[in-house]
């Protein structure tokens, strides 16, 4: 069938989308332009060739070393480039099983934009991964991502003719404002404005009152769960401030994912 002819490419579009944004996410916090010229090592600055420069394979050839200095290359350009290509193939995958049904978020989409609905969902995905690394290593969130996930999630809902749209973005300033409110009420240390402003998205695309109960509830449950792994292993302590958008985003992408499946499993309350 062709789908399966189709499935090597989107692994490898994953793959080359996921070396784009482990390039984008250093140089946004450092302020430099992507547009700066083509990549370099950190540590000598000789430009990495385009053979040395291929998603996934040329780290794994080069041993995970720069071909010139010899200096490591960091882990994070390879699973930033994995996580990315599952991601993508994951959403291609469940548009496929989507078919004559209706089962999650992604499938509403699919059933609203057909297979247009996977350039979007991919879009939406790059933006989060690329709002999970930058506030997990720099404890920042750029407007330009969570503002374009606000206006994407917008446009999506208004093209699609979801007869729900002001309650949808009801949805998302109310979870806002909670947020808000403990950012004021922790003076900035146990919420971020970053986060406030990433909370307005979510409920937007997610639409139902459920599922978006479920993803702000599994946020502050995983949130939880790392901190707590993190206190024993000693890589944290209690009051010392961790980024919450990547929780944000694993809960996210697992509503958007799973939304069926988690409300089949909590009937009583969903």
């Known amino acids: 069938m062709y789908w399966q002819l189709v499935t090597p490419l989107v692994l490898v579009l994953g793959l080359i989308v996921g070396s784009f944004l482990g390039a984008l996410t250093y140089r946004i916090p450092r302020g430099i332009s992507i547009s700066d010229g083509r990549s370099f090592c950190p540590r000598c600055k000789k430009t990495i060739a385009w053979y040395d420069n291929i998603p996934l394979v040329s780290y794994i050839i080069l041993g995970g070393r720069c071909r010139n200095c010899r200096s490591k290359i960091s882990i994070r350009y390879p699973l930033i480039e994995l996580t990315t290509s599952v991601l993508i193939f994951l959403t291609y995958v469940q548009a496929i099983a989507c078919i004559g049904a209706?089962?999650?978020?992604?499938?509403?989409?699919?059933?609203?934009?057909g297979w247009w609905s996977l350039p979007y969902l991919w879009i939406m995905i790059i933006l989060l991964v690329a709002i999970f690394i930058v506030d997990l290593e720099k404890k920042i969130i750029p407007d330009e991502?969570?503002?374009s996930l606000f206006v994407l999630a917008v446009v999506g809902i208004v093209i699609g003719g979801f007869d729900d749209f002001y309650l949808r973005v009801l949805f998302g300033f109310l979870v806002a404002s909670f947020l808000l409110f403990l950012h004021l009420l922790t003076g900035g240390r146990g919420m971020g404005l970053g986060d406030v402003k990433l909370a307005l998205f979510a409920p937007v695309v997610l639409g139902d009152w459920r599922n978006v109960f479920v993803w702000i509830s599994g946020s502050f449950l995983v949130g939880a769960v790392v901190g707590t792994v993190l206190i024993a292993l000693r890589r944290g302590s209690f009051g010392k401030p961790i980024a919450?958008?990547?929780?944000?985003?694993?809960?996210?992408?697992?509503?958007?994912?799973?939304?069926?499946?988690?409300r089949m499993i909590l009937p009583v309350f969903l």
Do not use: H
Request: glycine share 0%; charged share 20%.
């Open 145 to 147: 991502f969570s503002l």
């Open 244 to 262: 919450f958008s990547p929780f944000m985003v694993i809960s996210f992408l697992l509503v958007m994912f799973l939304s069926d499946k988690i």
């Open 102 to 113: 209706d089962k999650n978020i992604v499938c509403e989409y699919f059933s609203r934009f």
